[in-house]
């Protein structure tokens, strides 16, 4: 009978667990809802950031034989210095979508050292400011709450003080990484070179259609602004992206781990019926076997 209230005792233990992560799946997906229509909306304020970004650099490279002669957009010949930005969740049950990053962040780094190019981590979230204390890795920069609940205020605050070492000389470059949404059931590593901006990306050779009209004079300042707002932007973007990913990532780890304790209760189900027939049986046994002795 031990054996039989153990497994009563485990089945109720598993069943317990499977309503706690069927009720966190519900809650990640209702987030993951909220979460992707604001990242919608500030998908389409980014693109058109960008679009009088290329209009003006555009302008810039036309005016100019030697292209663009802004700080924002100068890439250094020989990189000494390179700020890594990794975005990570503060909480975990959310499957491999941390370590993704953390992998990505570490492969980086390997990267920069073998070209004898200094790098400086700057960690939003807690799982991967752990991680990185745990392995007693410097930081340069850390912030915890950040990614659970994006502001545009502090995340503007986060990245100026970086974007501000490179507009000092004291990096040569950013690069920005974490964990993005794709869909429901996909999250994608992103990599972005948040300074200098990137003109690979840009659409700096088609034919100009705006009617936007600036004085020469105000191009650079109107360039300069727009790029800042533009880094800013992207990384409370970024953050957005992180977060729906984050959701997506633990509503599906919450839906494999209810899937996995139905199937534990079914198998530790059939067992206790198992050990119930058994015990049943050694009783009636017993019993016959004492009658056959009185005889």
Known sequence: MANLKEIKRK??????????????????????????????????????????????????????????????????????????????????????????????????????????????????????????????VELNDEIIGLSAAPDFKQAAEFISKVAESYVNGETDKIILVHNGYVNMITQEIKQDQILPVDTSKLELNSVATSELEVEPDDDDTLLDALVKRYVEYTMYYSLINS???????????????????????????VKYNKARQESITTELIEIISGMESMK
């Not at 959701?247 to 198998?267: F, G, L, Y």
Request: some cysteine; charged content about 30%; glycine content about 4%.
């Open 243 to 269: 977060l729906a990913a984050e959701h997506s990532a633990r509503m599906q780890a919450m839906d494999a781990a209810t899937t996995n304790a139905k199937e534990m209760v079914k198998e530790l189900t």
């Open 11 to 136: 089945i109720g233990s598993v069943k317990n667990t499977q309503k706690t992560t069927n009720a966190m799946k519900l809650v990640s997906s209702a987030k993951l809802k909220r979460t992707e229509e604001l990242a919608k909306r500030s998908r389409v304020y980014a693109a058109k950031l960008t679009e009088l970004i290329e209009e003006i650099a555009q302008k810039m490279q036309q005016s100019s034989a030697e292209g663009i002669d802004n700080i924002y957009f100068k890439e250094s010949k020989d990189v000494k210095n390179v700020d890594i930005i990794f975005i990570t969740a503060d909480k975990g049950l959310c499957g491999g979508f941390n370590s993704q990053t953390i992998k990505r962040a570490n492969l980086l780094i390997a990267e920069y050292k073998k070209q004898d190019v200094k790098v400086r981590l700057r960690a939003v979230g807690r799982k991967g400011i752990d991680y990185f204390k745990f392995n007693n």
